[in-house]
């Protein structure tokens, strides 16, 4: 994907532009382990967020509305979830900054299949 014009919103901080992100959206079928990463300029500080959407059934103790990819980093940031339940969630990659173009890439990893499609 790309950071581009509108679409370089930077982090929450930010809570006029932060809407405008990139949003990818994963259908994980089965519940188990995730790992995301997200590739961007070195130029940048780069981190995500993964929103909850919908869970099947319920998730019990293992349940999450929304997580970081912690402090954000130059050009590299991953998160590694030992058990996601089932079901679906947004994916907000973003730069520390609004404004910083540029392209990104975002890898998901897991032994669940999962679907994965742009929503903006």
Not at 54 to 63: E, K, N, R
Not at 77 to 85: F, G, I, L, W
């Amino acid at each position: 994907g790309q950071w581009k014009g509108l679409s370089a919103g930077g982090c929450g901080n930010y809570k006029d532009s932060y809407k405008h992100n990139p949003i990818y959206q994963i259908n994980l079928e089965r519940s188990g382990p995730l790992l995301i990463e997200l590739r961007g300029s070195r130029q940048y500080s780069v981190g995500f967020e993964m929103v909850t959407v919908s869970t099947v059934g319920d998730p019990g103790p293992a349940a999450l509305q929304k997580k970081s990819s912690g402090d954000y980093r130059c050009g590299f940031s991953y998160m590694e979830v030992d058990h996601v339940p089932a079901g679906i969630y947004n994916i907000i990659p973003t730069t520390f900054l609004p404004k910083q173009e540029g392209p990104f890439f975002l890898d998901f990893g897991s032994t669940s299949p999962l679907k994965v499609s742009q929503l903006q």
